[in-house]
């Protein structure tokens, strides 16, 4: 994990293989994205609407978060409490705070907290940006999705129904998602949430092998 972005890059249960991608262009550098693992989107994701210089998927993952608290309970848990507040950024909501709970276990288990300070409500835009491990992407099925609504970015966000992620499309579905990633017909990672509304699927390659599964809403 790193402080930058409060940023999971990899998780393996007991016994098990890596579960998170990680991309070998990853640069670790302050104030440069981390490529894979569980970027943490916000408050807005992708390009911000009239902001064409501000930051992809919004600063929360470029900047450095407070380690509240760690812990490590009877059953072997390790749960890291990271807290960011005061947030001085361009396009940051003003009374905004965030606390990002991640434990790791058996599970591994992520719940961010959205607090406003102030008295206005406020519209924000979050997701746990998820990059999924696979042996090959060519090789891998998706199901759970069928029949749901999808939203197409590469047609101008069209609203439509088909297949949950076929080759070119590209987009977040308007469903609640159980279990999605299956490698080869063998579950390999079930990524689950409390959101009614959506999940992302996007294909990606690196060097022939990897792809992406990103989480709620997310690009």
């Given at each position: 994990?790193?402080?930058?972005?409060?940023?999971?890059t990899?998780?393996?249960?007991?016994?098990?293989?890596?579960?998170?991608?990680?991309?070998?262009?990853?640069?670790?550098?302050?104030?440069?994205?981390?490529?894979?693992?569980?970027?943490?989107v916000?408050?807005w994701?992708g390009?911000?609407?009239?902001?064409?210089?501000?930051?992809?998927h919004?600063?929360?993952?470029l900047?450095?978060?407070?380690?509240?608290?760690?812990?490590?309970?009877?059953?072997?848990?390790?749960?890291?409490?990271?807290g960011?507040?005061?947030?001085?950024?361009?396009?940051?909501?003003?009374?905004?705070?965030?606390?990002?709970r991640?434990?790791?276990?058996?599970?591994?288990r992520l719940?961010?907290?959205?607090?406003?300070?102030?008295?206005?409500?406020?519209?924000?835009?979050?997701?746990?940006?998820?990059?999924?491990?696979?042996?090959?992407?060519?090789?891998?099925?998706?199901t759970?999705?069928?029949?749901?609504?999808?939203l197409?970015?590469?047609?101008?966000?069209?609203r439509?129904?088909?297949?949950?992620?076929?080759?070119?499309?590209?987009?977040?579905?308007?469903?609640r998602?159980?279990?999605?990633l299956?490698?080869?017909?063998?579950?390999?990672?079930?990524?689950?949430?409390?959101?009614?509304?959506?999940?992302?699927?996007?294909?990606?390659?690196?060097?022939?092998?990897?792809?992406?599964?990103?989480?709620?809403?997310?690009?």
């Amino acid at each position: 994990m790193y402080l930058q972005g409060a940023h999971v890059t990899a998780y393996a249960p007991r016994g098990g293989g890596p579960v998170l991608f990680l991309s070998r262009a990853s640069r670790f550098a302050r104030g440069a994205p981390i490529r894979g693992g569980i970027p943490l989107v916000f408050p807005w994701f992708g390009r911000k609407t009239g902001a064409p210089d501000a930051p992809l998927h919004g600063p929360a993952r470029l900047l450095a978060w407070s380690l509240e608290a760690a812990t490590i309970d009877a059953a072997g848990v390790v749960a890291f409490t990271f807290g960011l507040a005061d947030v001085a950024a361009a396009g940051w909501p003003a009374g905004v705070a965030l606390r990002y709970r991640v434990e790791i276990g058996a599970e591994l288990r992520l719940a961010l907290e959205v607090e406003n300070r102030g008295r206005a409500p406020l519209a924000v835009e979050e997701a746990l940006h998820t990059y999924l491990a696979v042996d090959d992407v060519a090789r891998i099925s998706v199901t759970g999705l069928e029949g749901a609504a999808f939203l197409d970015e590469t047609e101008a966000f069209a609203r439509k129904i088909g297949p949950p992620r076929a080759a070119g499309r590209d987009g977040p579905h308007l469903r609640r998602p159980g279990r999605l990633l299956r490698r080869m017909g063998s579950p390999r990672a079930a990524p689950r949430g409390d959101r009614q509304d959506g999940l992302r699927l996007d294909r990606g390659v690196e060097s022939g092998r990897g792809a992406r599964a990103d989480a709620a809403r997310s690009r």
